[in-house]
């Protein structure tokens, strides 16, 4: 199970980090359910594991195959997405400034505006989708340009190798929340990127059965301060979810793969329906990013958005669905479908909602890899009613 330097993506998603547990020659890596590890005598040295906070197997397992993935150098786990983007924050000091995409995470917004600012951070937001708007918003104190591509729920497409390029050459770290689209589809760091940030909870685990996150890195400075910060601060990921997790990257790309193709036949079937007015999917040809998309992205992803053009057309749809699950989260084998002005974006005020084109009329689904017979007929069911 030796893994050569010319390994392809699923080979690297099922072996990388995964040897055989030294004790059994168990292939899959155990959970070790451990909170410390018993020391051969005062002062010998012990075989690197103390304290699990600091070490644990199944943790550092999860770490070296995501980083092999998102082709890092290294990665840490934490208990949560946000958890995880708020470590890369600790990086910086205060006065520092970061220029986030406009369309970014509501997580991420609130945890930006509403607990980092007051540590003397300040964060300005750009539509990163058009890179002339990038430059400008740089200053002598922009520390990281924070891309979030496609976005939520407006699926904006950001060319991340022009958006590195621009902020490289003003001394900026380029960090990619590449969540909505899993490293199947794209990975930040070769083409450009600094730092990749994921929630583990969405496509990564694919299961819908536990909450993660995860760094990845590529600058030798970056991964000792996140080594020291993910100790100091312990908001580790436990060995449970990260075995979980583990699990969940060997099969990415044959979910990835499904993904892709329901959701391609779900957009345009959604496209083509009178009942509905507006359809969002990169995939697309309508998709003003179309041609960015089909050269950045392997396959256009999970996540479609459309619009029935009222409150009460939506509530109809919602209301009316058998299959598809309405709640929040995505990148589940099951099919979540929700309503982003009232669910996800609710906490975003009504004139900036109104700014970012988040209507009343507006669902979005997270394509699952269930028949996508059955998922069509769902929806032509629900928009029957209408
Ligand atoms: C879900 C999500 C997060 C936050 O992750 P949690 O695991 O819920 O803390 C951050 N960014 C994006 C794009 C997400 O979809």
Known sequence: MKLTDRARFSTICIHAGQEPDPA???????????????????????AGFEYGRTQNPTRMALERNIAAIEAGSAAFA??????????????????????????????????????????????????????????????????????ETPTNPMLHITDIRCASTIAHEKNVRVVVDNTFASPYIQRPLTLGADIVVHSTTKFLNGHSDSVGGVVILKHDDDVEWMKFVQNAAGGILGPMDSWLVLRGTKTMTVRMERTNENAQVLAEYLEAHPKVKRTIYPGLASHPQHALARKQMKGFGGLISFDVGSLEAARGVLNHLKLMALAESLGGVETLISHPAIMTHASVPADRRAALGITDGLIRISVGIEDVEDLQADLAQALETL
Request: proline share 5%.
């Open 24 to 46: 059994t020659g168990a292939i899959i890596t155990p959970i070790y359910q451990t909170s410390t590890y018993v020391q051969d005598g005062l002062g010998q040295p012990h």
């Open 78 to 147: 934490f208990a949560s997405g946000m958890a995880a983007i708020d470590a890369i924050l600790t990086r910086l000091q205060s006065g520092d400034h970061v220029v986030v995409s406009d369309n970014t995470y509501g997580g991420t917004f609130r945890l930006f505006e509403r607990v980092r600012r007051k540590f003397g951070l300040d964060f300005s937001y750009v539509d990163t989708s058009k890179p002339e708007l990038i430059g400008p918003a740089l200053t002598p104190k922009t520390k990281y340009l924070f891309i």
